[in-house]
């Protein structure tokens, strides 16, 4: 009599449980890497929401103004001056899922930008997602509004030695 040569059901129950396993894990790392990817665009955005002012404040040749939230960059929350002009940019802009990125500042309510472009305020703007251990720092130094990108660990902002 000969043996089939079929598998058992043993033998596909335990490919199917080794199937799943590796489906979850694989899952699980994707989320992550999509974490680390929406904190990157994220503070990317920062940067280019900066210099967007920086140019529009140039172009206008006139002192004008920019506020950061959750959202993006805006028209400015506070003072008097305006807005500069084609800088609205959201921080989730074309990125999946926008709820775990978090966004804290202590940029004034209305960062001010020069007519010769000069960024004239500081601060710091942290960016985290929950699903990742990955925080970015942005650092918005005087005089001349200087940025840096780093790393926030234990409080401080270090600087990213894989920049």
Do not use: K, Y
């Not at 775990?100 to 001010?112: D, I, Q, S, Y």
């Not at 942290?126 to 990955?134: D, E, G, I, S």
């Amino acid at each position: 009599m000969a043996r089939s040569e079929a598998f058992t059901l043993m033998e596909l129950l335990v490919a199917v449980a080794l199937l799943a396993l590796m489906g979850l894990i694989a899952l699980g790392s994707g989320a992550e890497i999509l974490a680390r990817l929406e904190v990157e665009a994220a503070t990317r955005r920062v940067l280019v929401g900066l210099e967007r002012g920086r140019i529009a404040a140039e172009r206008q040749g006139r002192p004008c103004a920019l506020s950061l939230d959750a959202a993006g960059w805006g028209p400015p929350r506070a003072g008097d001056l305006p807005a500069c002009m084609g800088v609205p940019l959201a921080l989730g802009e074309g990125l999946r899922s926008e709820q775990g990125l978090h966004l804290e500042h202590n940029l004034p309510p209305a960062v001010r930008f020069s007519s010769n472009g000069l960024v004239l305020d500081a601060g710091t703007v942290l960016l985290a997602h929950r699903a990742t251990a990955l925080n970015r720092c942005v650092v918005v130094s005087l005089p001349l509004g200087v940025t840096r990108v780093g790393l926030h660990r234990d409080g401080i902002c270090h600087p990213d030695p894989n920049l």
